[in-house]
Each structure stands twice: as C-alpha cells, then as structure tokens.
T-cell receptor
Framework: DQQVKQNSPSLSVQEGRISILNCDYT??????FLWYKKYPAEGPTFLIS?????DKNEDGRFTVFLNKSAKHLSLHIVPSQPGDSAVYFC???????????FGAGTRLTVKP | NAGVTQTPKFQVLKTGQSMTLQCAQD?????MSWYRQDPGMGLRLIHY???????DQGEVPNGYNVSRSTTEDFPLRLLSAAPSQTSVYFC?????????????FGEGSWLTVV
C-alpha cells in the first residue's frame, strides 16, 4: 500500500511563475515530511522538510505547507527557474521510525 | 567530499546469478539503507542498518541480503537474481535513523536482470 501519494506524475510551468507540487499521505503516525529533488542519473538530494508541529516552512524560493487534518502537504517554488526542472519526491516518516516512505515523484519542467 | 559511494553504476545479470552492490559512506553515519526505485512506485526501502552489526528489513526485503560489519560499508546482495529485481538501487545514510535527520543518497546503481 502506498502511504504517500503524489497523484500528478508531471507538471509544466513557465519560468518566473509559481510551481505547486502536491502530496497526500494516509498514515496518521507520520510526523515528519521531506521533499527531495532528483536530477537524471543522480541520487535524490534533500530540499526542505517540515515537522508536524508546524504548518509552514520556508527556505528561499521553496516553501512547504502542511495540512494535518487533510493529510496533505505541498511544495511551492516561487519564482520557478529552468534549473528547478527535476523529479520531486515527497517523503514521510514517524518519529523514531527508520522506515521513510516515498511518493512516486512528480516531474517538474520549467520552460524558459 | 565523497559522501555516499555506490558501485557498480551499471550491471546486467542473467536470471539466477548472484551479485553484490557495494555502498560506502565517509560521514561516520550510523544509519544506512538501501532503496529501489521503480516507475510509478517511488523509492521503497529494502533493508536498513542502525549501526555496525545491526540490520533489519524494510518494505521489500525478499531476495536481498545485507550485512554491516563496519560503520562505513553496507553491501546489498542479490542471492539469485530475478527479472523483477530490474531496478535502480540507491544506498543512503544519515546520522541516525530518527526523523529529522537528513538522508543522503548515493548516485544510484542501474541493474538489469535478463
């Protein structure tokens, strides 16, 4: 069972506009959420995270929003740049748990 | 600044063959893990280790063995390769396995079983 779901396999946006990537989860025990970015032929790299005690975390152009009641989180990229084109994975884990679950990924394409 | 190093990067195996994917990290991380990435499935945890001498199963452990004799190394063994094990494999490490610690990934190993 996929406990973390990214229902949009791909997203295309214009340079300078906002990119919004969505993620839903089913396990109410998850309390820590991360976004990873992956370029072709490379391993995923950590982008931004949020714990369940917050509903927003911002780092430069990247902001992650968490809606615990809806079991939903989103990643906003503003403004989007062509270098942001990559696959973005949402991940979640429960405190003190070594089992991190990943979504299937969303391929973001930012057009110049 | 090596980080997490995986070898080989590409491998083709025949059904029934065995092989070992190597993984090493130079960050003195206690926690290491192996994931596989398949289309539409994201990254799935195969096995993990919270320290030398300790290993445990993840979400999809069948057909794989691991050992952790040193802090630095965490090899993944395919005992008898099957076409269903065709995938991209990522080794990862973090300071410990608790949530809140960033996981660092290797560059991946592309395995094809024919």
């Amino acid at each position: 069972d996929q406990q973390v779901k990214q229902n949009s396999p791909s997203l295309s946006v214009q340079e300078g506009r906002i990119s919004i990537l969505n993620c839903d989860y089913t396990n109410s025990m998850f309390d820590y959420f991360l976004w990873y970015k992956k370029y072709p032929a490379e391993g995923p790299t950590f982008l931004i995270s949020i714990s369940s005690i917050k509903d927003k975390n911002e780092d430069g152009r990247f902001t992650v929003f968490l809606n615990k009641s809806a079991k939903h989180l989103s990643l906003h990229i503003v403004p989007s740049q062509p270098g942001d084109s990559a696959v973005y994975f949402c991940a979640a884990s429960a405190q003190w748990n070594n089992d991190m679950r990943f979504g299937a990924g969303t391929r973001l394409t930012v057009k110049p | 600044n090596a980080g997490v190093t995986q070898t080989p990067k590409f491998q083709v195996l025949k059904t029934g063959q065995s092989m070992t994917l190597q993984c090493a990290q130079d960050m003195n991380h206690e926690y290491m893990s192996w994931y596989r990435q398949d289309p539409g499935m994201g990254l799935r945890l195969i096995h993990y280790s919270v320290g030398a001498g300790i290993t445990d199963q993840g979400e999809v452990p069948n057909g794989y063995n691991v050992s952790r004799s040193t802090t630095e190394d965490f090899p993944l063994r395919l005992l008898s390769a099957a076409p269903s094990q065709t995938s991209v494999y990522f080794c990862a490490s973090s300071a410990d396995g608790n949530s809140g610690n960033t996981i660092y990934f290797g560059e991946g190993s592309w395995l094809t079983v024919v």
